[in-house]
Nanobody, 123 residues
Framework: QVQVVESGGGLVQAGGSLRLSCTAS????????MGWFRQAPGKEREGVSC????????YYTDSVKGRFTISRDNAKNTLYLQMNSLKPEDTAMYYC????????????????WGQGTQVTVVS
């Protein structure tokens, strides 16, 4: 049974930092491209950042470029998202997901999802 579990969310002041982690079990983690997504109330889920199996390919949505960094540790079955210079508009539920083929930010292409971790940025 595949399980994807996010952690690291919380309440932070604008300009602060958080590091999200995502552990995946029940799958061969190095064989999966991974992604971070977020969804704010009343908005569609958007792809924030994603990473290929071998870390050579990384994507960031324009609004987080230069502030967020995605990485993975295949030995630990863990995905990370380092978020710096946080803004109130980053407030959302953040989800981690895994996909079996290809890579990219389209949430429809992802097969396994976590339950999410809430990030709230206050000014």
């Amino acid at each position: 049974q595949v399980q994807v579990v996010e952690s690291g969310g919380g309440l932070v002041q604008a300009g602060g930092s958080l590091r999200l982690s995502c552990t995946a079990s029940g799958l061969t983690f190095p064989d999966y491209a991974m992604g971070w997504f977020r969804q704010a109330p009343g908005k569609e889920r958007e792809g924030v950042s994603c990473i290929s199996r071998n870390e050579l390919l990384k994507y960031y949505t324009d609004s987080v470029k230069g502030r967020f960094t995605i990485s993975r540790d295949n030995a630990k079955n863990t995905l990370y998202l380092q978020m710096n210079s946080l803004k109130p508009e980053d407030t959302a539920m953040y989800y981690c997901a895994a996909r079996t083929t290809g890579w990219g930010p389209d949430p429809l292409e992802y097969n396994y999802w976590g339950q999410g971790t809430q990030v709230t940025v206050v000014s």
